[in-house]
């Protein structure tokens, strides 16, 4: 913001910043940065520390960040005690120092996970995400072989509600904001995404319980339902996608006890 | 350097069909003995490693970010252009075509942007049977949009968030090979160079960004789709970590790289609003279909709130200047368009450098005809997303937008097989050069990304491995693996050991001010020689005073920047250069010296060329060849929006 005067409004701030090399404990290391501009978003805040380190001789803080506008899903830090902060629906790199108060501390943490484990400072591996995405999140279709596009109607309401599951970035904030560390609301999204399109039918079953079994081979936790991922979750995804997930898993399990294979049925209903 | 496009002969609309009957094809049996390099996974590098791999090939891809999901492909909102006429307003492939080449200014090689045409309507069908959530009518049948200036609705799109949705049908295809075995994904791995092996592309280095591991790997063909160099400028559109170095350091080892000049300043990005500020953000193209954009008529006006200058006294400038095509006017055109009237003192918005750089994106008009809730509906998460960086309200006061880089249409020079001067090294997407002339059309690097990644290099890099003989690529061991390998690594200990006073970040910001300010949206000799000197001395200084922090032995992001730095300097010296020696206005390359009133004056006899830059060591400036663009079957005209 600029004000009447034309210089801009800023901020003194103390920080308290997580520290850790991979393998080893980590801690906090306490920090005060002078006259942030309010305009600038929380990662221009995080690049003017390191500035300042550097200056300093000191080592930078490390953190995931690229695109900056919202969509790459890679920043990700508990900003007191909050996946991506403060304001609802808004990832790390779309908050803005507008949104802090003059002489405020503000905590800084990696994602805390058990199946995220720290890589260095703020920056941690989610690899376990793509781990499920490999084991049945997509639809089996070779380059070359899709039939005309208009081939397959797919009613818009339909179409729109796929949309909404699949405007998950896979951030991983619905993880470090779970007290259980589960994945359920990843997983949820990406099921609903592809399980409710007609395309999307041939491997329902299957596509289910394969990203299930890996989800909790990747060391995620159970979803008892305290919803803190959907409170997080900056792209607004909502709790009802584990509720189709737990159902198209009863589904599949229970179409697998009765089939005469013991494995997943082959057709989709 | 030899510069043989390799153009099928033919007629335009039968060369690819022609061309793809005549390639080589390797036996499925014998595919997996062939290792596939591919490096990037944006929308080309995922579709194509994917590809590559239900082909039958091993192949092992590599990606910077920690999943190949994240690729800056992630980021286009507006839409994919393809010629399927499901709204029957006269689109063809012909007419697809036509308007590439001439979006691009004629700059492009016509027989690359054909096939691109022919191409396009394969990529919706695949990217449907993937899931990828299209807009669709009530009916269940695809939705489209008129955009970037086209007049036809050509345009498919997945809300604001196309590129993410289409990107994620590619990883998800590219996700599934890895699941089984046949893709082997390096996440947090950069390419630091190419190897070299009796001159064909036999492999490339690179480091582990977690561990700082440099290792090599060796393949019977690499294929680059690294994306463009918007941050050769500091301030763009691009993520944090898009880069020149992997092309770059192909460049270095003989690889032509054509038209650097040619950059895309995107007309709608939200204004710069201070001296800390790492991005630019985009506001999508798609916003021009309803908001007009105008400025106050007199410079008194501009210092007011938007809603104190009444209607009279607004200058609706596109839609004065460019009456048939109004605010959806070429992306290059509205850009300048928007320099011109800021540059007589006539922007809105705060005072930044004591200039006020941003004019008006209006709603008000489109809100009074369809209602709110209608413009929430289209551009809800784009409002949403102004708000959050500005904390202004565009349903109640007009955004303030300014045009900012956004994409490179130069890249590594290829043959119509998408296969550079070098042989075994292919380029696909933005990393090229082909298909986008001098200016890219909206919705068309999506597009151009997708037929490269699934429906070109799958059939011409076939045809290629076809001429290897299995199994006889390099071992790692290899002293040619061995010389780059060390190479990579004293660069590494260099930068580390340097130990001055500057950040990498110090030195980005200084190249990108040079860059911005005399090889941006406009051009003079003058400032193009003083900015190749600047750079020069630049360049020099970062290597004696270059501070570089951290290990090499963990995640090091100053590390990380110091060495992309590093070779944007480099970069950007035969950027200016390539600026300096195309003595015409094309597309968005925009020379003050060429113009007619203000419109881009091109120099079809002298310039109807691309420009080709060879590497001739360290220090000294490249040396230009030429191909020149032959033009079978379209007629050259001087674009009009007018």
């Known amino acids: 913001m600029v004000q009447d005067n034309g210089k801009e409004e800023s901020l003194a701030l103390k920080l308290r910043v997580w520290r850790q090399r991979r393998g080893q404990p980590g801690a906090f ?241 | 350097m030899n510069l043989d496009s390799k153009t099928p002969a033919g007629p335009l609309a039968d060369k690819w069909n022609n061309h793809k009957a005549k390639l080589r094809l390797v036996n499925p049996a014998n595919r997996r003995k062939y290792h596939v390099i591919v490096v990037g996974s944006g929308l080309a590098g995922s579709a194509a490693a994917a590809s590559f791999a239900e082909m039958g090939y091993e192949v092992s ?162 294929v680059v789709c690294t994306g463009g160099y918007g941050n050769v400028f500091y301030l763009s559109t691009n993520a944090q970590g898009c880069n020149v170095t992997a092309t770059f350091r192909a460049h270095r080892r003989g690889a032509g790289f054509a038209n650097p000049c040619y950059t895309q300043i995107h007309p709608t990005c939200i204004p710069v609003h201070g001296e800390d500020q790492s991005k630019l953000t985009l506001m999508s193209e798609s916003l021009r279909n309803d908001g007009r954009v105008w400025v106050p008529k007199n410079k008194v006006d501009c210092a007011k709130p938007a809603s104190e200058v009444p209607e009279e006294a607004r200058d609706y400038f596109l839609e004065r200047k460019y009456p048939s095509y109004g605010n959806l006017a070429p992306r290059d055109i509205a850009s300048r368009a928007a320099k011109e009237v800021c540059d007589e003192g006539r922007g809105v918005g705060q005072l930044v450098d004591g200039k006020r750089l941003g004019v008006y994106l209006d709603f008000s008009a489109a809100i009074k005809r369809l209602g709110e809730a209608e413009v929430r509906a289209r551009y809800g998460n784009l409002f949403d997303m102004y708000e959050n960086i500005t904390g202004e309200n565009a349903y109640k006061q007009p955004m303030r937008i300014f045009p900012a880089v956004h994409y490179t249409m130069g890249g590594l020079w290829v043959d119509y097989n998408l296969q550079s001067n070098i042989p075994g090294l292919f380029v696909g997407g933005e990393a090229n050069f082909s298909d986008h002339g001098a200016n890219r059309l909206g919705a068309s690097a999506l597009m151009q990304g997708l037929a490269d990644g699934y429906f070109v290099l799958p059939y011409t890099v076939t045809d290629y491995l076809a001429g290897e003989k299995s199994g006889s690529r390099p071992s790692k061991d290899a002293p040619e693996f061995k010389a780059v390998t060390k190479d990579v690594n004293d660069r590494v200990a260099k930068l580390l050991s340097i130990n001055g006073t500057k950040s990498p970040r110090y030195y980005h910001k200084a190249l990108g001010k040079i860059t911005w300010e005399k090889c941006g949206m406009a051009r003079d000799k003058a400032g193009l020689e003083g900015a190749i000197r600047d750079l020069q001395a630049l360049r020099d200084d970062f290597w004696k005073n270059v501070k570089v922090v951290g290990s090499g032995d963990a995640l090091a992001p100053e590390l990380e920047r110091a060495g992309r730095v590093a070779d944007f300097l480099d970069f950007g010296i035969m950027m200016c250069l390539d600026a300096l020696t195309r003595e015409e206005s094309c597309g968005g390359h925009f020379r003050t010296e060429f113009q007619d009133a203000g419109e881009a004056k091109r120099d079809d006899a002298q310039y109807a060329h691309a420009a080709v830059w060879e590497w001739t060591g360290e220090g000294q400036l490249p040396a230009r060849h030429v191909e020149p663009l032959v033009y079978e079957e379209t007629q050259l005209s001087t674009r009009s929006y007018k």
């Open chain 1, 29 to 269: 290391e306490e920090h005060a940065l002078a006259a942030v501009p309010t305009s600038a978003s929380f990662l221009e805040m995080m690049d003017m520390l390191n500035e300042q380190l550097i200056k300093a001789g000191k080592d930078t803080f490390a953190f995931d960040h690229d695109c900056r506008e919202g969509i790459c899903g890679m920043c990700s830090m508990t900003i007191n005690g909050m996946p991506h902060g403060p304001i609802p629906g808004v990832t790390t790199c779309q908050l803005h120092m507008r949104n802090f108060r003059d002489g405020e501390t503000i905590t800084v943490e990696p994602w805390r996970a058990r199946a995220f484990p720290v890589l260095k400072d703020l920056a941690v591996d989610r690899s376990g995400f793509d781990k499920v995405i490999q084991s049945g999140g997509f639809i089996t279709v070779r380059t070359g072989s899709a039939p005309e596009a208009n081939n397959i109607p797919v009613p818009k309401p339909i179409a729109d509600e796929a949309m909404d599951a699949a405007e998950c970035i896979g951030c991983g904030a619905c993880v470090a904001s779970c007290k259980n560390g589960s994945a359920m609301l990843f997983v949820g999204a990406k099921i609903n995404h592809l399980n409710i399109l007609p395309q999307g039918q041939a491997e329902r079953d299957r596509r289910t319980l394969a990203m299930v079994k890996t989800m909790d081979e990747a060391g995620f936790g159970n979803c008892t339902n305290y919803g803190e991922c959907q409170a997080h979750c900056p792209k607004s995804i909502t709790l009802d996608v584990i509720a189709k997930l737990n159902r198209d898993y009863l589904r599949a399990r229970v179409k697998e006890f009765f089939s005469s294979t013991g494995k997943p049925s082959k057709g989709g209903d």
């Open chain 2, 61 to 222: 891809c590599f990606c910077y970010q920690d999943s190949p999901r994240r690729a800056h492909s992630i980021a286009a909102q507006g839409g994919i252009n393809a010629a399927k006429n499901y709204q029957n307003d006269g689109d063809s492939v012909r007419r697809l075509f036509q308007d590439t080449i001439k979006g691009g200014d004629y700059r492009a090689r016509e027989a690359n942007v054909y096939r691109l045409a022919q191409v396009s309507t394969s990529i919706i069908d695949q990217c449907v049977a993937q899931g990828v959530p299209f807009a669709r009518e009530y009916g269940g049948l695809l939705a489209n949009r008129s955009f970037g200036g086209a007049q036809v609705s050509r345009t498919f799109y997945a809300r604001g968030q196309t590129g993410q949705q289409l990107l994620i049908g590619a990883y998800s295809a590219l996700s599934r090979q890895i699941g089984l075995g046949t893709v082997k994904m390096y996440t947090r791995h950069e390419m630091l160079d190419l190897v070299l092996v009796d001159g064909k592309a036999k492999g490339i280095v690179t480091r582990d960004l977690v561990t700082g591991a440099v290792e090599s790997w060796s393949s019977d063909v690499v």
